[in-house]
């Protein structure tokens, strides 16, 4: 079955130091693969996604995300946070078996601190 | 401008009511989606539509219903036969192929059963 792992509920980065959220998943066939970040009580907001091609993708508010087929992850990252990149981040990937439905991770909670 | 557009924020319903909260798009697209969030859980697909009076069964289906009478509207009805409607409920839309998995997402709905 294809399914999506964030193995970290949490992770606290001091504002400045580059911040990693990662994702592993388990797929049949090529997988596409994507992150979105949610805002307390709000809906989800696209970041980014892999299909094919280059393996460090970029998307928006400067995050980006290196996919490796060998270790079979998608973890995102970004050089230096800020305080506003504090929220939930969503890991998901599509399920060509329930009709190309998206399968969710759980969600890692990113705080950065001052 | 264009978005999606769900009512209300916040609902609260007595034990045996049915409620139906409203999501509504202006971005001309095809796809539509009802998602539930609970905490630690990530997102769970609900019901999910890919054209105007037809839709499918998500993961969760049982104690809800929709309907998909015009392209603009996509209505999930939480009857008194889900267990444990409380939670916090999305709706998506997608415009591009359904293989695509870019979503875009309203602000979501609350409901808390009393």
């Known amino acids: 079955a294809q399914s999506v792992a964030q193995p970290e509920d949490q992770v606290n980065v001091a504002e400045g130091n580059p911040l990693t959220v990662k994702c592993t998943y388990s797929?049949?066939?090529?997988?596409?693969l994507f992150w979105y970040v949610q805002y307390p009580n709000r809906g989800l907001q696209f970041l980014l996604k892999?299909?094919?091609?280059d393996n460090l993708v970029k998307g928006s508010y400067g995050f980006e995300a290196e996919f490796n087929k060998s270790q079979t992850s998608f973890h995102l990252k970004k050089p230096s946070a800020l305080v506003s990149d504090s929220a939930l981040y969503f890991c998901?990937?599509?399920?060509?078996?329930?009709?190309?439905?998206?399968?969710w991770g759980a969600g890692t909670k990113l705080i950065i601190k001052p | 401008d264009g978005g999606i557009t769900q009512s209300p924020k916040y609902l609260f319903r007595k034990e045996g009511q049915n409620v139906t909260l409203s999501c509504e798009q202006n971005?001309?697209?095809?796809?539509m989606y009802w998602y539930r969030q609970d905490p630690g859980q990530g997102l769970r697909l609900i019901y999910y539509?890919?054209?105007?009076?037809?839709?499918q069964k998500g993961d969760i289906a049982e104690g809800y219903s929709v309907s998909r009478e015009k392209k603009e509207s996509f209505p999930l009805t939480v009857t008194s036969a889900q267990k444990n409607p409380t939670a916090f409920y999305l709706c998506?839309?997608?415009?591009?192929?359904?293989?695509?998995?870019?979503?875009?997402f309203g602000e979501g709905s609350r409901l808390t059963v009393l």
């Open positions: 998506a839309s997608s415009g591009r192929a359904i293989s695509s998995g870019e979503l875009f």
């Open positions: 971005l001309n697209h095809d796809a």
């Open positions: 539509s890919q054209i105007v009076n037809d839709f």
């Open positions: 797929v049949s066939g090529n997988p596409y």
């Open positions: 892999y299909i094919t091609g």
């Open positions: 998901a990937v599509r399920d060509i078996a329930s009709n190309y439905q998206l399968i």
